[in-house]
Each structure stands twice: as structure tokens, then as C-alpha cells.
């Protein structure tokens, strides 16, 4: 994950990012009063989903490159993913858990999560660190 000292957002920050900025486009806010007024940002939201853990491969959902937006309007949260195969098992399991993962943001009042398989996953999609650990490229 990028910091605030000078690293440049990984490939799934900015694909995030640009998920989550509004309709204008370039330069959008990425962070949003929430529930309370406490602000919602797309780094929070990509640190909870961090932690949804792909059982099988051992690797999270950032990492492999599943997560294919965030969006954020006040403190309601739309997270729109995917999984490496349509027949894949544990679907439901994924919902649940970015739906409480997320929840659990400071700011957030709701979590919609919606899978999708348009575009197809392909192994592009993940980062260096994950294509390494599973031995592609």
C-alpha cells in the first residue's frame, strides 16, 4: 500500500481510486464525510479488504487483483469484485466477509458488495508481490 510520504498508489489503489472518485472525473476526492461525519477513504476501505483471504491460494483479494472497484457516497460503501473462476466455492463466504470487514471502517454506515465477472479475471491483474508468490512472471 502506498504511504503518505511520496510512494506512488499500487496498480489497485488507482484502479480503486478511480472506481470511487464521482462522475467529474480527474482530481475527485477520495475521502468522504461518513456516518457521524467522520470521513471515509478509499486506503481505509482498501485496508479491510486486505484482509479477505482467498483460501485456497493463501493471498488476499487486493494482492490478487479481485477487487475491481470501491465507491464511496458519504458513509455507504460499494465494493464490486471478482473471483479467479465463476464456479469458484466460496462466493457467498467473500460477501460476508467484505461486508463485515468493511463495516468495521470507522465512518462507514452501510457495505454493498456486488461480484462480477465482466471483465474476466486473468493473472495480469495481480500485483508483482502475488504473481511472484505463485510462481508467475
Given at each position: 500500500?502506498?504511504?503518505?510520504?511520496?510512494?506512488q498508489p499500487t496498480?489497485?489503489?488507482?484502479?480503486?481510486?478511480?472506481?470511487?472518485?464521482?462522475?467529474?472525473?480527474?482530481?475527485?476526492?477520495?475521502?468522504?464525510?461518513?456516518?457521524?461525519?467522520?470521513?471515509?477513504?478509499?486506503?481505509?476501505?482498501?485496508?479491510?479488504?486486505?484482509?479477505?483471504?482467498?483460501?485456497?491460494?493463501?493471498?488476499?483479494?487486493?494482492?490478487?487483483?479481485?477487487?475491481?472497484?470501491?465507491?464511496?457516497?458519504?458513509?455507504?460503501?460499494?465494493?464490486?469484485?471478482?473471483?479467479?473462476?465463476?464456479?469458484?466455492?466460496?462466493?457467498?463466504?467473500?460477501?460476508?466477509?467484505?461486508?463485515?470487514?468493511?463495516?468495521?471502517v470507522e465512518g462507514?454506515?452501510?457495505?454493498?458488495?456486488?461480484?462480477?465477472?465482466?471483465?474476466?479475471?486473468?493473472?495480469?491483474?495481480?500485483?508483482?508481490?502475488?504473481?511472484?508468490?505463485?510462481?508467475?512472471?
Amino acid at each position: 500500500m502506498s504511504d503518505q510520504q511520496g510512494q506512488q498508489p499500487t496498480e489497485q489503489e488507482q484502479q480503486a481510486q478511480g472506481a470511487a472518485a464521482p462522475a467529474g472525473g480527474a482530481g475527485a476526492p477520495t475521502q468522504q464525510p461518513g456516518a457521524g461525519g467522520v470521513p471515509v477513504n478509499v486506503e481505509e476501505v482498501m485496508d479491510a479488504l486486505a484482509n479477505v483471504i482467498d483460501p485456497e491460494l493463501g493471498l488476499d483479494f487486493v494482492e490478487l487483483g479481485l477487487i475491481y472497484g470501491v465507491e464511496i457516497d458519504g458513509g455507504d460503501v460499494r465494493v464490486t469484485y471478482t473471483l479467479t473462476t465463476p464456479g469458484c466455492p466460496i462466493g457467498p463466504h467473500v460477501a460476508a466477509q467484505i461486508e463485515e470487514l468493511v463495516g468495521e471502517v470507522e465512518g462507514v454506515a452501510s457495505v454493498q458488495s456486488e461480484l462480477t465477472f465482466t471483465p474476466a479475471w486473468t493473472p495480469e491483474r495481480m500485483s508483482e508481490d502475488a504473481k511472484f508468490a505463485l510462481g508467475f512472471g
